[in-house]
């Protein structure tokens, strides 16, 4: 394998293993905070407990991003640095902002709630961490931005002399449509992923009986929030569709597979053929609804990827500009089916539980604890497909994947860091997910008695 090569799979391994943990923090950070809005509204003991927590493993979860985060923005001077040469100036806008303005809240104020219990006033402590909450939601637009500028760059020109992109309107970065929809798509998405821890791991405490007067409102309220925000995945997912193949009509036929221009085209539920898709020996299908997701409508017509490939060669020159077929048009099936076997499995657990019931079957309680890892793989399909189908660009139309890469890198250096990161990487989930799993298994606190030593001797009351 060649330092290119070499480079993408080091990226896609740090950027998916990232993504585990970024919509866990984003969706959970803001239902603590609906938890604890509970609590300081009410003043009920089982909503405190709650918060206590689900703050726990969402801070677990909050550490463990953070440090896998830090690894991303590395890797753009290690190993892509004429990608970074070419895109630095607009580009690192939003990462700029992103870092001295969305991490700062995050973590400034989560700070703050952590070491601020029975020492700030209990609305002012709730305000920390419905701010930390709004930074976490602020840090994905802007990372959004950044990304989405390379599926639609907008505001900028090129610098021929300098060869390099230069921004021209950072308000067009900041609005660009695909922003918006994929900011949609992206947070219901958070939601649905934090809904699911909540429906799993109360549905664990809830089969043996543990702590239901927390776990069984805990089980109600993540369906709830796994089938409300299953709406709006599909939703945006169906707008961010037809901006796609508006944008990229190349990414959208590898969606299929779609060699020849269609009418009114099918969507493909399953396929057997040949490895790119270009002989079809057995398939189920669904009439029209490629056509739906990609013109609004049942009969609208969809490119095929030979002509959009004559269409590119005409427009950009010579080349192959056509993704890798087996794993967009899998990765897209795969991000729909696991997102939406999520919302069925929270709509069954609903129906079972409904009336203060506790559901006997054995296989829907092993199908509510196994939601938990079905939006995470949904969302690593979902970023898959996005970016293996936008290639081999990695700049869409303007600057492409292999000339991104580290020209002093060597095939040595990429493989060193790929296999160090990976191993690295290996060890950290080892470890996050025992600490994560033991205090899942730990359960709810209980909550002491306000201690009568004075304010100085006072522990702190975050730390379980």
Known sequence: MDTLDLARWQFGITTVYHFFFVPITIGMS??????????????????????????????????????????????????????????????????????????????????????????????????????????????????????SWMQHPVGYRINEEAGRAELTSIGKVFTNSTTIVTFAHTLTACFLTAGAVFLAISAWHVKRGHQTDVFRPGLKLGAWVVLIAAVGVFISGDTQARVMTQQQPMKMAAAEALWQ??????????????????????????????????????????????????????????????????????????????????????????????????????????????SIGMPLAANSFGWIFTEMGRQPWTVFGVFKTADSVSPAVSPANAATSLIVLTVLYGILAVVALGIFVRYARAGAPEIPPDPDSSEEDRPLAFAY
């Open 261 to 370: 221009n269609s009418g009114p085209a099918s969507f493909s539920l399953f396929t057997i053929g040949s490895l790119n898709g270009d002989e079809e020996r057995f398939s189920v299908r669904v009439p029209g609804v490629l056509s739906f997701l990609s013109t609004g409508t049942f009969t609208g017509e969809v490119e095929g990827i030979d002509n959009l490939q004559a269409e590119y060669e005409q427009r950009f020159g010579p080349g192959n500009y056509t993704p890798n077929i087996p794993v967009t048009y899998w990765s897209f099936r795969l991000m729909i089916g696991f997102g939406s076997l999520a919302a069925l499995v929270a709509l069954v657990a609903l129906w079972f539980a409904r009336g203060g019931r506790t559901p006997r079957n054995r296989w829907l309680w092993i199908a509510a604890i196994a």
């Open 30 to 147: 803001a239902l603590v905070a609906g938890l604890q809005t509970a609590w300081v509204r009410t003043g009920k003991e089982r909503y405190l407990r709650a918060t206590k927590f689900w703050g726990k493993l969402f801070l677990i979860n909050f550490a463990m991003g953070v440090v896998t985060g830090l690894v991303q923005e590395f890797q753009f001077g290690m190993n892509w640095s004429d990608y970074s040469r070419f895109v630095g100036d607009i580009f690192g806008a939003p990462l700029a902002i992103e870092g001295l303005l969305a991490f700062f809240l995050e973590s400034t104020f989560l700070g703050l709630w952590i070491f601020g219990w029975d020492r700030l006033p209990r609305r002012v402590h709730l305000a920390t961490i419905w701010i930390a909450s709004i930074g976490t939601m602020l840090s994905a637009y802007f990372i959004l931005a950044a990304n």
